[in-house]
């Protein structure tokens, strides 16, 4: 894929890591470390009411600042309908996780180191038809507890809970969410129907993320966040 589409998905944690913005994304890393002080989050699925939130801005800049801290992270693409952090971290598309789900690999050849220490990434893979089938399945539960005993954090990004129910399928398989809302987008009501959806898969909530468009900084196009 073309260094365009990376430079569009330009990462503030990875190239300015004390940056306000920057700061607040591990303001959340120390959130969701606190939440679990007891038993730690190994697997986090981060998801939001409805489309273009924000939900693969904040898992990966948030699997950066987890791997900045030292943390052996995989950030997973598990929106196997729009899949973005192949492009992101310029990685291929060709091995992921509907190959890993459908196919016979190993893990160590499908998860893909990224440019910053610690950090790999399991795209998307190709398309498939069913991708709810395949975040449901026997074995992506299989393939959670490989990859818990192999990294320190595994990240999800998903698709929007109440547009398709692939996230909501994947939640009994996980540790806690992190729901994101964009500020000035979505609707109380969107964000009220999420949340009871959430709440019937019984993983926890365990932090939410107010995703708000602040004024461009520099000459390049960095995602706000507060
Ligand atoms: N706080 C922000 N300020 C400006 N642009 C943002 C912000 N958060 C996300 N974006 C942009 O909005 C678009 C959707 O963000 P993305 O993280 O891909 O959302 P999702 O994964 O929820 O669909 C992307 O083009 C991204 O660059
Ligand atoms: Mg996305």
């Known amino acids: 894929m073309s260094k365009n589409a990376e430079k569009k998905r330009k ?4 190239t300015k890591i004390n940056s306000p913005i920057s700061e607040q994304f591990k303001l959340v890393r120390t959130g969701i470390e606190f939440a679990g002080v007891d038993s730690p989050f190994k697997t986090i699925l981060v998801t939001s009411p409805e489309a273009m939130s924000g939900k693969s ?63 790999f990434v399991l795209t998307s893979g190709p398309i498939p038809p069913n991708p709810n089938e395949l975040l449901g399945s026997k074995r ?3 393939l959670l ?14 698709p929007p809970v109440t ?14 969410i992190i729901l994101v ?6 609707k109380k009501e969107k964000a009220k129907q999420a949340i009871e959806q959430i709440k019937i898969t019984r993983t926890p909530i365990i932090g939410t993320v107010l995703n708000r468009d602040l004024e461009k900084l520099d000459n390049n196009y960095y995602y706000a966040y507060k």
């Open 57 to 119: 801005t904040v898992s990966a800049n948030l699997a950066v600042v987890y791997a900045k801290k030292g943390k052996k992270t995989l950030l997973i693409d598990g929106d196997m309908r729009k899949p973005t952090i192949h492009q992101t971290f310029n990685k291929s598309i060709f091995f992921g996780l509907s190959t890993s789900l459908t196919e016979d690999f190993k893990l160590s050849e499908i998860c893909q180191k990224t440019e910053v220490d610690g950090l």
């Open 163 to 176: 547009v398709v129910s692939d996230a909501l399928v994947l939640a009994p398989q996980i540790d806690g």
């Open 11 to 14: 990462l503030i944690t990875k």
């Open 140 to 142: 992506m539960a299989l």
């Open 145 to 158: 507890n490989e990859l818990k005993k192999d990294f320190d954090i595994v990240i999800i990004d998903t």
């Open 181 to 186: 809302v964009r500020s000035r987008k979505t």
